[in-house]
């Protein structure tokens, strides 16, 4: 069984920063990509930005050059670094990461449960 766990959300005021920590564990062969998704209330689920393994990182428009999504291979672990934060970037976060189970399987998707970014004074 696959487990993808967030943690970090929280309060914070507008300008400030928060680092959301995604963890993946369980019996894995690899992890093909992982994103960050987010979605606000009465809107639909963005994607944020992430990573393919062996490839580069992407940003949605409204985040680049204030995110930065970085990865631990070791403990298979992603962070997204939020800096410069807005009200409008109130939502709950999610990770969701690709991953197979056994060599030469097709990799599907695992989704944590969120974690809540509130950006208000």
């Known amino acids: 069984q696959v487990q993808v766990v967030e943690s970090g959300g929280g309060l914070v005021q507008p300008g400030g920063s928060l680092r959301l920590s995604c963890a993946v564990s369980?019996?894995?062969?690899?992890?093909?990509?992982m994103n960050w998704y987010r979605q606000a209330p009465g809107k639909q689920r963005e994607l944020v930005g992430g990573?393919?393994?062996?490839?580069?990182?992407n940003y949605a428009p409204s985040v680049k050059d204030r995110f930065t999504i970085s990865r631990d291979n070791a403990q298979n672990t992603v962070h997204l670094q939020m800096n410069s934060l807005k009200p409008e970037d109130t939502a709950v976060y999610y990770c969701?990461?690709?991953?197979?189970?056994?060599?030469?399987?097709?990799?599907?998707?695992?989704w944590g449960q969120g974690t809540q970014v509130t950006v208000s004074s």
């Open positions: 969701s990461a690709d991953v197979s189970l056994h060599p030469h399987t097709v990799p599907f998707d695992c």
């Open positions: 369980g019996s894995i062969f690899s992890i093909h990509a």
């Open positions: 990573f393919i393994t062996g490839g580069g990182t």
